[in-house]
Nanobody
Framework: VQLQAFGGGLVQAGGALRLSCAAS????????MGWFRQTPGKEREFVAA????????VYADSVKGRFTISRDNAKNTVYLQMNSLKPEDTAVYYC???????????????????WGQGTLVTVSS
């Protein structure tokens, strides 16, 4: 599966953005999807993940209550709605996919086989 993330940009603190990740090349509904982020000099950090059917989601504590992950299997797209953005949310955001991942492992980047190219989110104070 090929993934393309987009929707990043510059936003003021307290604002909102919605990231999208479009998938192609395979049956999207068979993949669990995750969002990760990375800033220079730091390791990639888990943000959120969603199961194939969309019935189960997992969030990092740092974004819980502010970010919402969702998917539209008819459109082969996963979304990350980011509200109440903070300067510390500034990062390159990546989407990832995997076909065989259990719920308890969805926060581990090593469980994902496919990655998009990343989209930059900058939150100004």
């Amino acid at each position: 599966v090929q993934l393309q993330a987009f929707g990043g940009g510059l936003v003021q603190a307290g604002g909102a953005l919605r990231l999208s990740c479009a998938a192609s090349g395979s049956t999207f509904s068979r993949y669990a999807m995750g969002w990760f982020r990375q800033t220079p000099g730091k390791e990639r950090e888990f943000v959120a993940a969603i199961r194939m059917s969309g019935g189960s989601t997992v969030y990092a504590d740092s974004v819980k209550g502010r970010f919402t992950i969702s998917r539209d299997n008819a459109k082969n797209t996963v979304y990350l709605q980011m509200n109440s953005l903070k300067p510390e949310d500034t990062a390159v955001y990546y989407c990832a996919a995997d076909r065989s991942i259990i719920l308890s492992s969805m926060s581990s980047e090593y469980e994902y086989d496919y990655w998009g190219q990343g989209t930059l989110v900058t939150v100004s104070s």
